[in-house]
C-alpha cells in the first residue's frame, strides 16, 4: 500500500431497504488492492438490532448491486467468555458410562463451579471456548447448569 492510499475512504451513500436510512458508507481503498475479480463486495453494519447492507462494487466504483442482510450475530472472539456456568448439583463418573452426558460435557462440568467464566474453563479444560461455550449451553438446556453473565 503507498502512502497516499493509506488511511484513504470512499464514500457512497446507500438507502437501506431494512431500516429505511440514506447510508454514507465508508469505503476503504484498499477494498479495491489486489482484487483480480470483480464485483468486489463491501459490508456495512448498522443499526439497533444489527443489519448489514452488502454493496458490490465495479471497477470503477460504481455501485453493481446491494443485498441486505437482516439477521446478523455479532460475535467477537471473547463474546459469551464471561458466561459463569454453574453446576446445579453433582455429576457422577458413572453419569458418563449412563450416557447422561458425553466425555467432554463431564469434563467442562468438573470446571463449572460458579466461579470460573467459559474463558477460564477452556484454559483449564483444554477445549476452545466456543466448544465450551457450546457444551454449557448444551447442559443448560438439559439442565444440569446454571449460566450466569
Ligand atoms: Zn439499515
Redesign the pocket.
Known amino acids: 500500500m503507498s502512502a497516499n492510499a493509506q488511511g484513504n475512504v470512499r464514500k457512497v451513500t446507500a438507502l ?6 440514506n ?1 454514507v458508507v465508508e469505503v476503504p481503498n484498499s477494498l479495491f488492492e489486489n482484487v483480480t475479480r470483480f464485483p468486489v463486495e463491501h459490508v456495512h453494519v ?2 439497533n438490532p444489527p ?1 448489514g ?1 452488502t454493496l458490490f462494487f465495479d471497477k470503477q466504483f460504481n455501485i453493481r448491486g446491494t443485498e ?1 442482510i437482516k439477521n446478523i450475530s455479532l460475535q467477537g472472539p471473547e463474546t459469551g467468555s464471561r458466561v459463569i456456568p454453574k453446576k446445579t448439583g453433582t455429576i457422577p463418573p458413572m453419569a458418563v458410562g449412563l450416557g447422561m452426558v458425553s466425555k467432554k460435557e463431564f469434563r467442562v462440568l468438573k470446571f463449572c463451579d460458579g466461579k470460573a467464566s467459559v474463558a477460564e474453563i477452556s484454559k483449564n479444560a483444554g477445549i476452545p471456548p466456543n466448544e465450551v461455550e457450546e457444551t454449557c449451553r448444551q447442559l443448560a438446556s438439559r439442565k444440569f447448569l446454571k449460566l450466569e453473565d
Not at 16 to 21: F, P, Q, T, V
Open positions: 437501506c431497504k431494512i431500516c429505511g436510512e447510508l448498522h443499526g443489519h447492507i441486505f
